[in-house]
């Protein structure tokens, strides 16, 4: 099997993707719930190609409740490849 580029780079855009417009919309309690949702339609999906993907979301919230940035914790491991990605994605 060949390094899996492909896979990780659509994981991590569309991750940064789902972070950045859910953070720009949202407060921080649907914005948790939301990302949470994303995060297991994503597990699902990859474990049916027979991999583990994980994502985690922390994100920082301003005085008034909006998202001001998160950081996004990426693994993906599809037997032969382990892949660890930190990110922070910024709303502004």
């Known amino acids: 099997m060949s390094f ?3 896979d990780l780079r659509d994981i991590s855009s569309s991750t ?3 972070v950045y417009v ?5 407060n921080s309690t649907v914005f948790n719930a939301s990302v949470l949702q994303y995060a297991t339609d ?3 999906l990859y474990m049916e190609k027979g991999c583990l993907v994980n994502v ?3 994100p920082i919230v301003g005085n008034n409740g909006t998202i001001k940035n998160a950081t996004v914790l990426i693994y993906y491991n599809d037997g032969e490849t382990s892949y660890d990605e930190n990110t922070t994605v910024y709303m502004i």
């Open 42 to 44: 994503l597990q699902s």
């Open 16 to 18: 940064t993707d789902e």
């Open 4 to 6: 899996p580029k492909n």
């Open 56 to 58: 985690n979301v922390m």
């Open 22 to 26: 859910l953070g720009m919309t949202q």
